[in-house]
């Protein structure tokens, strides 16, 4: 299996930033971590031997990005509005750094969002923001309103990167055609904390008639044991 390990100053992070490559060819991935993740966690915890048939054989080009959570989301020392800007800053680098990185490497135009837990919720945002960059988006256990971290802060930048309230009120025509024709999978467990949160984003996605996916899975469900059997099942599409 090709891996390839890829590490560059980001003039609009200000710092170094390293990734993962695991494959040659098909679909590109772009595989977000989980709550203050590395790179290296999809790797670590299994997921890519876990794909490893589907990368060998050409189907899928994983792309494993770091985060910067802890500068963002987690910054609890940090101003609210510096700390989601710090998180608009992460995704103009995933845009306009690691995107042409991949392009260059394999000009496949499919493009999937992927992410587990936190890293479900950075899928869904970029995906949902961007949807005339990607053609699927699979998300596992993750939670779509971030609200709550900011300490009753509230600004344009957040809602604009909350999809459980941007959705709601969505009327842009491009966006939401752009949205329709993805292919969405939202995955979580009955008993998850977050399963509320995901039911309601799935009901505002069909109120705005964007089809999707939304699969209910037993139990908590939201542990990697899980996450493995869930994008077998559904990384090539939902059933």
């Avoid at 961007?130 to 699927?136: K, M, V």
Wanted: hydrophobic letters at 35%; charged letters at 20%.
């Amino acid at each position: 299996m090709n891996r390839e390990y890829h590490k560059w100053y980001s003039p609009r992070l200000n710092r170094d930033m390293e990734l993962l490559i695991f494959g040659h060819a098909g679909a590109r991935v772009l595989i977000f971590p989980t709550s203050m993740g590395r790179y290296y966690e999809y790797e670590d915890r299994g997921m890519v031997a876990n794909l490893r048939d589907q990368i060998e054989n050409g189907w899928l080009q994983l792309y494993c990005v770091d985060s910067i959570d802890a500068e963002s989301f987690y910054n609890n020392w940090a101003h609210p509005g510096g700390r989601i800007w710090r998180h608009i800053q992460y995704e103009e680098y995933i845009l306009n750094e690691v995107l042409p990185l991949s392009w260059s490497k394999n000009q496949n135009p499919f493009l999937i969002a992927h992410g587990c837990s936190f890293g479900a919720y950075h899928a869904v945002n970029i995906a949902f923001r961007h949807p005339h960059l990607f053609g699927r988006v699979l998300a596992l256990s993750g939670k779509y309103d971030m609200s709550n971290f900011f300490g009753g802060y509230y600004d344009d930048n957040i809602y604009f990167n909350t999809p459980s309230h941007f959705i709601p009120n969505l009327t842009d025509h491009e966006r939401l055609e752009a949205l329709r024709r993805m292919d969405i999978i939202i995955v979580v467990g009955q008993h998850d904390p977050n399963i509320e949160n995901n039911r309601a984003l799935s009901r505002a996605l069909w109120e705005k008639g964007v089809p999707h996916a939304f699969r209910e899975w037993d139990g908590w469900s939201h542990d990697w044991p899980y996450w493995m059997r869930m994008v077998r099942h559904y990384i090539g599409g939902h059933d």
